[in-house]
């Protein structure tokens, strides 16, 4: 890992566990960090769970506020405000470009509890 972040000049913090044995590995894990678009992964993975639960289905819509517009969105930001878009549409923006509007609106929807 340090040969790792030689090469980019940064530092890297790395945890991995294996479920099923409970075998880990850590580097820098107790080091705090800012994890900025990372916060994705769990948001989309809530959103499929409730769809599988059936709380949900990527067909729904939620209406887009003037209030949901934030910076670093991509096309979600292209609607106007009382445009419903599909949870599908909002995934898709999310993952593919990261947009952070698409994010806020999804984590709306299904909350953000950890």
């Given at each position: 890992m340090k040969a790792i972040?030689?090469?980019?000049?940064?530092?890297?913090?790395?945890?991995?566990?294996?479920?099923?044995?409970?075998?880990?590995?850590?580097?820098?894990?107790?080091?705090?960090w800012y994890l900025a678009s990372l916060i994705k992964?769990?948001?989309?993975a809530q959103v499929l769970a409730e769809r599988q639960a059936g709380?949900?289905?990527l067909?729904?819509?939620l209406m887009l506020a003037q209030s949901d517009f934030v910076d670093?969105?991509?096309?979600t930001n292209w609607h106007d405000p009382g445009t419903p878009i599909s949870i599908r549409y909002?995934?898709?923006q999310m993952i593919t470009v990261s947009d952070n509007t698409a994010t806020?609106?999804?984590?709306?929807?299904?909350?953000?509890e950890g």
């Open positions: 972040e030689g090469v980019f000049e940064g530092e890297l913090g790395v945890y991995v566990q294996n479920l099923a044995s409970g075998e880990a590995f850590s580097w820098r894990a107790d080091a705090s992964i769990p948001v989309a709380a949900l289905t067909d729904e819509r670093g969105a991509g096309s909002l995934m898709e806020d609106m999804l984590i709306d929807r299904v909350g953000l």
